[in-house]
Nanobody, 115 residues
Framework: QVQLVESGGGFVQAGGSLRLSCAAS????????MSWYRQAPGKQRELVAA???????NYANSVKGRFTISRDNAKNTVYLQMSSLKPEDTATYYC?????????WGQGTQVTVSS
């Protein structure tokens, strides 16, 4: 099965930036749909951004213009560049990979934005 390992979370002031990384094991990363989700305590998990195998992207309205998802198929890695961070971006961020009929999740990385 696939393993997803995330990194890059941390503490940042409002207006700052962070870049999250998610490295995948396996031999078929290039054909997967990759996504970032986030979940704050007591709140519903929400889709933040997604990127197709061909590089097409979509974003939640709350992060459009501030976050950028990208992938490097040669490195089996997906990224989430987060800029102009706001306190409401504080959450645990999860990487998800979707293959045909199978999904895998990373362990999550904490992002805390202070005001």
């Amino acid at each position: 099965q696939v393993q997803l390992v995330e990194s890059g979370g941390g503490f940042v002031q409002a207006g700052g930036s962070l870049r999250l990384s998610c490295a995948a094991s396996g031999n078929s990363f290039s054909i997967a749909l990759m996504s970032w989700y986030r979940q704050a305590p007591g709140k519903q998990r929400e889709l933040v951004a997604a990127i197709t195998k061909a590089g097409g992207t979509n974003y939640a309205n709350s992060v459009k213009g501030r976050f950028t998802i990208s992938r490097d198929n040669a490195k089996n890695t997906v990224y989430l560049q987060m800029s102009s961070l706001k306190p409401e971006d504080t959450a645990t961020y999860y990487c998800k990979g979707q293959w045909v009929l199978l999904s895998y999740w990373g362990q999550g990385t904490q992002v805390t934005v202070s005001s």
